[in-house]
């Protein structure tokens, strides 16, 4: 059977890639608080309470709504659960709190039609609802492929109806984790088989005259999640669909990895101007991921609202503007022939040669090796300013992972050290580490006597005038108004070149990506080092009728959450050969550790322990965030493992996809563990589940001895 996604799809899923621009999607009301069409980015969480603990999920509820909350969804894992949503809406009715409530089912059927005749909007997962998802593997014939669909049709039909009735909104939440198996069987764990496993479910309500739906494709790994979502919007815009966007990344984990992975995935979606509402999924106490939702969705409140619409016969609205992404477009002027088709013969996706590069899947641009340093298939370097500090003080390298001991008179290097400094005009009265690289502005570099491990930074005007460049590596500031002129075509494209891209435009994460695709279009292979400012101001798009509104970056959170959407939608697309985050106000440490945060959400460099932990809810069997902070503390130094983390069976081996070990509640004290998704013990006591956990990843040669500080 053809993908029948893949045979068709067309090259739209974004207003444009040059600029800002919303997508457009139908409104849906959730109680009084609507979403998509033009209505701002809404904000929503979730409870970790026991469902039957009333007054704790209310108090939670309340909790959340003044951290920020415009929804809050409850689990109703059985029809006890559903029913008793009803007494904390009234429950939160009678404190204040009309807060539109949304039932979370996985499994129940029956549940799900007893929460929307409570409740405002149920979430169902299409993985599991009327579908099997056992983990294994069958091969489907095309007529017992559709006997599958007219089964899972005859039983999804009575919840349409109760919403119908009810006036009740519907999210169709495909998670990457659990897909089932007869998608499984026919497209693999795919972003593909994410889409199809939504668009089935879609075309269903459809046929059923149901339209109040809101569409999610998350997973916990933000490259899959992107690829999923501009997947499913180009394939909704081919079947005449703009149904609203919720964005989240599943099991991001906590502290500062769970912000930066979240805001890589959300964030690239964000600045392609797809998402309604957003739910940042943190291993913590619900209220706390309101404020991180909040930060990026703000970003973005103020950003004109530029759109065309157009009608499709029998729809709502649909907003589309000409400049939408054609891979025969040219970046910088903006003209565009009409896009070749994405797919192959066989309903793979192309890879024809006019396609300068595919939003679709994964692919690193082609870029020249550098002494086995920068480019090709190295990974991405990481560049810090050290020049406004004390650098008369070797301890000044500790902030950026280079350890100095005076007593034995030697640097000790972490898994995050970075691979440049950068001192513009200033020397430091210490040597440097051997394998540690020193950038010097160029009239600086010219004067040093010894330039073992110096390089030059040049503008292009230096660079192009210079008669002395060095031997090994010369990094060139360019920007997007650079190329195409005649000084930018007078570079001499050799094997000591680096670009350094910088931007200070309002939407520069698309001014860069235009170099990007520019450069690919050229066939220009240098290797780009990404950078961007923050901490003087970050402008926002006014309003109509206000001047440019200048936000402060001054704090530790938003400038992860920034640095992480402007250079992470880059490097999920294949652009960058290494980073610079400019931030004169934060300190050189969280620089560093947001730099290797970003390449490791990414997957472009790892340099420690992944932790796929979910964010609790009430059918959460331990306590999560203690649980997953005792799991840190003993295998936190085990580089490149990826670990997941889960409540229970339902965010268990499925949702933990991409992790290599999984530590899973399987019932009161009990923990089942996983190599992959294949269970190695099941029942295990809590109290010795983690020494367990630890003897597999020994028996499987995986486990090392942390070092001894």
Avoid at 390 to 398: E, F, I, K, M, S
Avoid at 487 to 507: A, G, Q
Wanted: negative net charge.
């Amino acid at each position: 059977m053809n993908n029948p996604i893949l045979t068709s799809l067309p090259g739209i899923y974004c207003n444009s890639q040059s600029t800002y621009s919303r997508f457009l999607t139908r409104e849906v009301k959730i109680g009084e608080i609507a979403m998509g069409g033009t209505n701002p980015i809404r904000i929503q969480s979730m409870t970790t309470t026991d469902t039957m603990d009333t007054i704790g999920t209310v108090e939670q509820s309340i909790r959340m709504v003044e951290a920020g909350c415009e929804y809050v969804r409850i689990t109703a894992p059985s029809i006890k659960e559903a029913r008793n949503l009803g007494v904390i809406k009234k429950e939160l009715l009678r404190r204040g709190y009309n807060v539109p409530l949304i039932a979370d089912i996985h499994f129940t059927p029956n549940a799900a039609e007893e929460a929307a005749r409570i409740v405002e909007k149920v979430r169902i997962n299409p993985g599991n609802y009327a579908d099997k998802k056992k983990f294994e593997n069958f091969e489907y014939t095309d007529l017992e492929y559709k006997a599958e669909l007219d089964r899972i049709y005859q039983k999804f039909t009575p919840l349409v109806k109760v919403c119908k009735e009810y006036g009740t909104a519907m999210r169709i939440g495909t998670n990457h984790g659990s897909l089932s198996d007869r998608i499984m069987s026919h497209y693999g764990d795919t972003p593909q088989g994410m889409v199809e496993s939504a668009m089935e479910f879609m075309r269903m309500c459809e046929d059923l005259n149901y339209y109040n739906m809101v569409i999610s494709m998350k997973s916990s790994n933000p490259q899959v999640m992107v690829q999923a979502y501009r997947l499913l919007v180009a394939t909704m815009i081919k079947e005449g669909m703009n149904y609203p966007l919720h964005l989240g990344v599943t099991e991001a984990g906590d502290g500062e990895d769970g912000r930066i992975k979240s805001a890589v995935g959300i964030g690239a979606l964000l600045e392609d101007g797809l998402g309604d509402t957003i739910r940042v999924s943190l291993t913590e106490e619900p209220e706390a991921e309101a404020p991180v939702a909040i930060a990026m969705a703000e970003r973005y409140a103020v950003r004109e609202l530029s759109v065309t619409s157009y009608q499709l016969p029998g729809k709502a609205d649909k907003e589309l503007s000409p400049d939408s992404y054609r891979v025969t477009s040219d970046p910088i002027s903006g003209k565009a022939s009409s896009p070749p088709s994405l797919v192959t013969g066989n309903g793979s996706l192309a890879t024809d040669p006019n396609y300068l590069h595919s939003p679709f899947q994964y692919n690193k641009r082609i870029t020249t090796e550098l002494n086995t340093f920068i480019g090709g298939h190295q990974v991405p370097r990481v560049i810090i300013d050290l020049s406004a500090k004390n650098l008369r003080d070797p301890a000044v390298l500790g902030d950026v992972g280079y350890i100095y001991s005076p007593i034995l008179d030697k640097y000790n290097m972490g898994e995050q050290s970075t691979d440049f400094v950068y001192l513009a005009d200033q020397l430091p009265s210490f040597s440097f580490p051997g394998n540690l690289k020193q950038l010097y502005n160029y009239f600086t570099w010219k004067t040093l006597t010894d330039k073992t491990n110096c390089h030059p930074l040049y503008t292009l005007q230096e660079y192009i005038e210079s008669e002395e460049k060095d031997a090994s590596l010369n990094l060139v500031l360019i920007s997007h108004s650079d190329i195409g002129t005649e000084l930018f075509d007078r570079i001499p494209l050799d094997n000591t070149l680096v670009f350094v891209l910088e931007t200070k435009e309002i939407c520069g994460m698309q001014e860069q990506r235009g170099v990007f695709l520019r450069f690919v279009e050229m066939g220009i292979e240098v290797p780009v080092i990404i950078k961007r400012s923050y901490g003087l101001r970050v402008i926002s798009y006014p309003l109509p009728g206000q001047t440019d509104i200048e936000v402060p970056v001054t704090d530790a959170d938003r400038f992860q959450l920034y640095s992480a959407t402007d250079i992470g939608g880059l490097m999920l697309d294949g652009f960058g050969d290494g980073i610079w985050l400019d931030a004169p106000k934060i300190w050189p440490k969280t620089i560093l550790t947001t730099s290797f945060g970003i390449l490791q959400a990414t997957r472009s460099r790892i340099s420690k322990t992944e932790y796929i932990s979910c964010p609790s809810c009430g059918r959460t069997l331990f306590d999560l965030q203690i649980t997953t902070q005792m799991i840190r503390s003993r295998t936190d130094h085990l580089k490149g493992l990826k670990i997941g983390i889960m409540g229970c069976i339902v965010n268990g081996p499925g949702e933990m996809a991409d992790a290599d070990y999984g530590y899973v509640g399987t019932g009161p004290g009990k923990i089942t563990l996983y190599r992959g998704k294949e269970v190695v013990k099941k029942n295990v006591n809590t109290e010795n589940a983690l020494d367990e956990l630890i003897g597999i990843i020994k028996e499987d040669g995986n486990w090392v001895e942390p070092e001894i500080a």
